[in-house]
Nanobody, 126 residues
C-alpha cells in the first residue's frame, strides 16, 4: 500500500511561485507513474503532470507547460511540483497520485492511479 501526503499549498498573488511536496511511503513499482492532479470547485479532476519513476520522463498538461515542473527526490522519497507564473485559474485542490502504467491508458486519467493523497489547497488571488 502506498501512502501519499501532500504539503506546501498556500495563498499567493498572480505571478507568484509555490513548491508542493508529496511524501511517499510504501511500494512503488518500476513501471509506476507519479502524478499531480488538481480539482477546482465544480470542475472535474484534471492531470497537471506526471513522471515515470524509472525513466524520469515527464508529461504536462498544456495549461501548465513551461510554468510547472515535476521532480522526484528518490533519497527523500518525495515528489515535488514547482509552480511559477501562477494564475487565478490555477486555484484548486492539488493531489498527488501513484499508479502502475497500463498499456493504452492516459497519464492524465485519474483511473490509472490507485493511491491518492488528501490534497493541499492552492489559491491564486490578488
Amino acid at each position: 500500500q502506498v501512502l501519499l501526503v501532500e504539503s506546501g499549498g498556500d495563498s499567493v498573488q498572480p505571478g507568484g511561485s509555490l513548491r508542493l511536496s508529496c511524501a511517499v511511503s510504501g511500494y512503488i513499482g518500476s513501471n509506476y507513474f507519479m502524478a499531480w492532479f488538481r480539482q477546482a470547485p465544480g470542475k472535474e479532476r484534471e492531470g497537471v503532470g506526471a513522471v515515470h519513476v524509472t525513466t524520469g520522463g515527464t508529461l504536462y498538461a498544456d495549461s501548465v507547460k513551461d510554468r510547472f515542473t515535476i521532480s522526484r527526490d528518490k533519497d527523500k522519497n518525495t515528489l515535488y511540483l514547482d509552480m511559477n507564473g501562477l494564475k487565478p485559474e490555477d486555484t484548486a485542490m492539488y493531489y498527488c497520485a501513484a499508479g502502475s502504467y497500463r498499456r493504452g491508458a492516459s497519464w492524465a486519467s485519474p483511473d490509472m492511479y490507485t493511491s491518492w493523497g488528501q490534497g493541499t489547497q492552492v489559491t491564486v488571488s490578488s
